[in-house]
T-cell receptor, first 113, second 111 residues
């Protein structure tokens, strides 16, 4: 069973602070990792992907990957109320197939003005 | 098309009726997924199609649920004899490699 775990939250962060979202996965053969944002009543939309160990930055967002620890995180700097959403971690496993892409349950992030 | 298209966007049906939900994936995408999301919950995997291979139906909650994908493109999810617990948003996603792209979903309400 290939699992992707996230803290469901809610995670409450004051405006302007750094929001840190975490995700762990069970399959060491996992190759690529995605962060999706889902606003209430909307579909998930991709905001970041990362394939290699280390950090990947895109604007206020930084994805961090540590394959040895089977851990991927998303940092949101200078958090804005518009960042309030559910963030879904998705992992592409090596085996392919339906469980080749597994989603976590998501973390509900609330940015307090 | 430019994105994943799902129809209808909203469906209200009476308990016991059958419903069909449609997904038109991004052109050229070989993989197609159906998920269900109840209010405030995470994504629940239902079924997966990959090219011409037999679909992975391991997520379907009961034999009232079935899905087809014709010509490797459009997919239809059918729910027979709907129950109130079937009320949810049904999301379709397609991909080749890399990220999955989601449609806007069909909100199904069984009354």
């Amino acid at each position: 069973q290939k699992e992707v775990e996230q803290n469901s939250g809610p995670l409450s962060v004051p405006e302007g602070a750094i929001a840190s979202l975490n995700c762990t996965y069970s399959d060491r053969g996992s190759q690529s990792f995605f962060w999706y944002r889902q606003y209430s009543g909307k579909s998930p939309e991709l905001i970041m992907f990362i394939y290699s160990n280390g950090d990947k930055e895109d604007g206020r967002f930084t994805a961090q990957l540590n394959k040895a620890s089977q851990y991927v995180s998303l940092l949101i700097r200078d958090s804005q109320p518009s960042d309030s959403a559910t963030y879904l971690c998705a992992v592409n496993h090596s085996g392919g197939g339906a469980d080749g892409l597994t989603f976590g349950k998501g973390t509900h992030l609330i940015i307090q003005p | 098309g430019a994105g994943v298209s799902q129809s209808p966007s909203n469906k209200v049906t009476e308990k016991g009726k059958d419903v069909e939900l449609r997904c038109d994936p991004i052109s050229g995408h070989t993989a197609l997924y159906w998920y269900r999301q109840s209010l405030g919950q995470g994504l629940e995997f239902l079924i997966y199609f990959q090219g011409n291979s037999a679909p992975d139906k391991s997520g379907l909650p009961s034999d009232r649920f079935s899905a087809e994908r014709t010509g490797g493109s459009v997919s239809t999810l059918t729910i027979q004899r709907t129950q109130q617990e079937d009320s949810a948003v049904y999301l379709c996603a397609s991909r080749t490699r890399g990220e999955a792209f989601f449609g806007q979903g069909t909100r199904l309400t069984v009354v």
